[in-house]
């Protein structure tokens, strides 16, 4: 039976940006910067804000120093002044909301939300947009940012996929909540636990995933990785060769997924976080389009010949030690 | 002065399908079939219907048997059932609507209209989607049709362009009635003339193009041309490598358009409508984003080294004299 | 210590074609020309004789119906008709020689010669080069043969793999009497034995590979693969999108070697061969290049985030059952 | 008439480098470390040296400092000590030799030849290996130099191409005496005259290129391009992308040959040195190998939609007055 989405309500626009925390900010924002081509839009306190050449905002990744990696936050844009009025008062009716703060570099006012495994979302409308210096304005009037020279560099934020133990109810907040969009779902066979899923607030294939932590009961908020992507699979393959030459390690890829079907590989930055890497997939315009659902016994890990490594269902930030399944203290690191 | 569009009412969801005039309907289907890798949904009647292999609707293509090359209708889906009473009450109340007809193969009931210079348009809801016999099915959950083997396979339809002589009426009219949203806009130097207007339903760089005609006032309402879609730039070029040795026209490409940033080239079918191939381009989620305008002057027709041919300018089907400016009565031909 | 080749004698001058047994040749053939885009060049008793559309030969690769699959023979052209009696008569000398046949479909007079493990090699001169029907000839003069439409087509032969027990012997063999240049090697750590051997005619990273076969001693002879190479990854990655649509096996990949550095994927064929479809490597005009030598410790069977599959290292055919380390006897296949 | 090369004599292995003169060798070095990710491997008086990323040799491209810009000398390594004397001896026997000089940065003892139009050419043997610092080499034992994260790094040298008023002369002067191969061959229709001829050393498409000059007569020795090689096709389009926004000349392309099926863009280098960036082509491994000949008239200057600008013809280093036909005196530049 085919699962569709409630009517779309358009209270949100777009993924903004994703804040990760990073025992050695530094080093990962060099990282973002020298072998992935962003753009460091400011620096301000123990944060490096930045942005890809493609994107229209004042920045799409912040990096935080902290004595763990994972996620800080992740941000979505409404659609207007008023829906941010809307879903606030929706979301702080549902309990899991946290107040308004300020705003932060690059954005105004924003409301603030816990999710029920301690992950923190935001969302607001009011944005900086990219300003660039006119000695590296493109000639293109589409695009802000001329194309640079340096690095392998991404585009723009794609999506940011976090971890639970309880995806199911991760998804139902979002959609019932947020007003996301479910997109597709991957169940375990023979029960209503859901392996993988994957929503939007438009008509991506997915901005947002979430991915079964079997160690999310007693690690609870973990962080699964961020997406960038690229106009073309030659730009990650080149970053490939890249991480190979200059020992930068790669998890996993390039190869494809089989859900979105997104070329895609695995990289981890200096602070420990998966960073994904991808193109492709799709759009869907339809307002009433289906939910893509299938069981985790039917595959579609990936499409090709590269076997996916199991060992990654637990891997995340903060990483945990499988045996006990408590997050690891890491040996203090300087940026 | 930045522009920007009016608030969205999100009425129209998406580009769903052209009607393409033929004077040899069976030999331009066995162009999109045997090159392009398109399916055949149905045939009926004088016209053929095709798919692309990653669509989700019965056909986004309409081949029909006529005297002259050119566009028979355009067609845009609304975003639901009520949306398209809206919409067509609107149209009907500018005077340029023409009625409901009780739909084609593959959608229901849509309301037809007519553009200030005779280009006919059309707003639908109800939509077959796409049938494929189950050992033609993906493994993939997300998309129904698996990898086709012939030819190049098209993934989807991108966008349309028309010709027209006041560039400016035929946008306005789309925007004011049709609620698109114009999106970029080329003027000549120093006039308030429009060169080339690129309009979307959605997030997309444009779905919609209207370019200026200089033989707009003698022969009104041509074709530019259809889009559609690849994945990447090595499909396309391998067209082009296959137009070459099979001696398939090429009029202009492979190359890279400034505006939108699309890789693309213009082939030419059998029935000598033009026909573009694209990848790349951009999405733009920002409800509030700004129309990117420049003069013709500036450039932009290319980005790269492959100087742009100026007698397009004149092109389109049905094809005229450059003399008179009146359409070319074509020799009898056969299908 | 740098190892060199002894200086180069000129004698031969490219592999020409590899010949594979397959128990289906029907099906095995119609995987060369319908997923892989060869051209049938001559069907002649239990042989189907077929080339990529960038050979200048009549055939590169020979399918022959057998009980077992596995490799028939490989076959060098030489650099003209005295290096063919210079070589024969070197070959006879080291007592593996087993005399001139009279030539077979699109070659003349070749002499045969068994390496140590059993392999059946060939060296020939006269050559009937492509002959294209008119119709389909390119119209590019260094190119007999148009671009062909259907599936994903190969370009051209490139390598072919043997397994073998002692690679040592069969590397000697072939560098000190039949002529081939080392070009690279892989040695396991702390012995002699080699694990991996590259070896070509000319200035190609390697057109002969040898790799250590762990059940070469009761099984002796077997094949690893042959490998067809293409202009772009892109064609490559269009094969996996097709197999795994289509449900052709894939073995591995597409993801990058370290050796020699191609992009590769390995797929099989209905027969049970393993075919490689490869592109990038390098040339090596030096005639005095040195041998290219590293441990099997340190790595590079592949450069990216994708895993090697141990058990590819037994994998060949004849398959083998890994307990008995015997040739399995198939069932009865009809082609 | 299918015409053939002389039996081969295998004196020379390949194109080692070329001399590139330019009135301004520090822009002109950083466009090729910077843009096209080339390393300096020496600078020495008014020269700079400099490799690509895949390059066996000290340089393949050496800039020096002149008043005008043009080609200084082109050079080919032989295939041993004694071929070097012997052609030495052939060449000096033809009333063209210069004499040995005592070598360069990288390499030994080499002799000096003249073409008939002044283009200066050179032999040697004894060779200088790239030297990488330990911590820049790589991972791959076949490969010295680790990937570079720099601009887009071209991977080798591929060919040179003069002009002449007589390239009919030229050619047989580089045949006869020099020993190179005629690879294809571009008549004038109904004339013995010849548009472009394409010769090598080995088994690769062409290293020497040579292209009437309508203006040969009058400013004799004048150069046309240089080719670098790339892996990919992308990576060109990359350097198409960054000439765009950063304001680097482009003549021609990205777009694909007809002769030799290169895939190519012609820029400029700051000096005013035409440089070609190509990938494709092909290698062909028959001794016996006929001569590609066609007329001008057949076309194949482009194979795709992109019309190549006759204009072309004459332009060149140093640059010409195309009233006079005489060399353009330049206004002085500092480096």
Redesign the interface.
């Known amino acids: 039976m085919t699962m569709y989405n409630p ?2 309500r ?1 209270l949100i ?2 993924l903004a940006h994703v804040e990760l925390l990073t025992p050695c900010v530094e080093k990962s924002a060099a990282y973002f910067h ?2 992935l081509g962003m753009e460091i839009s400011a620096t301000e306190g123990d944060s490096v804000y930045l942005r890809g050449w ?1 994107e ?1 905002f004042h920045h799409s990744i912040k990096l935080t120093q902290s004595r763990l990696p994972g996620i800080g936050h992740f941000s979505y ?1 409404t ?2 002044p008023e829906a941010l009025e809307t879903l606030a008062a929706e979301i702080a009716a549902s309990g899991r909301g946290e107040g308004f703060i300020d705003g932060d570099v690059g954005h105004g006012r924003a409301y603030r939300f816990t999710m029920p495994e301690g992950h923190v979302g935001e969302i607001f409308w009011e944005v900086e947009r990219i300003a660039v210096p006119p000695e590296e304005r ?6 802000a940012q ?2 640079i ?1 340096r ?1 392998v560099p991404a585009r723009r934020l794609h999506h940011v996929t976090l971890f639970a133990s309880d995806t199911k109810g991760a998804r139902e907040f979002l959609q019932d909540t947020v007003s996301l969009i479910t ?2 779902l991957v169940r375990f066979d023979g029960t209503a636990h859901e392996l993988l899923v994957m929503m939007t ?5 997915h901005d947002m995933g979430i991915t079964w932590d079997q160690f999310g009961a007693t690690s609870p908020g973990r962080f699964n990785h961020v997406a960038l992507w690229y ?5 990650i ?1 080149r970053v ?3 991480c ?3 020992h930068h390690p ?7 997924h ?4 997104l ?1 895609f ?3 981890t930055e200096p602070g420990g976080n998966r960073i994904e890497l991808c193109t ?1 997939g ?8 289906p939910i ?3 069981l985790a016994s ?3 890990a990936v ?5 996916f ?1 199991q060992e990654m269902h637990g891997i995340g930030t903060p990483p945990v030690d499988p045996k006990t399944g408590l997050v690891i203290e890491p040996p203090a690191v300087t940026a």
Chains 1, 2, 3, 4 share one sequence.
């Open positions: 009517p779309r358009h626009s777009q020298d072998l493609g229209y844009r659609t207007g493109s000639i293109i009037v589409s695009r001329r194309y020279i690095g997109t597709e607030a438009n008509v991506q294939d106009d073309t699979r030659e730009e393959m490939a060769d890249l190979f030459d200059h790669m998890e996993f890829g390039p190869t494809r089989g859900g979105t079907e070329f590989m695995y990289v492709g799709y759009v869907n315009y339809e307002p009433d389009r893509f659902e299938h039917e595959g579609g499409m090709w010949g590269n076997p490594p």
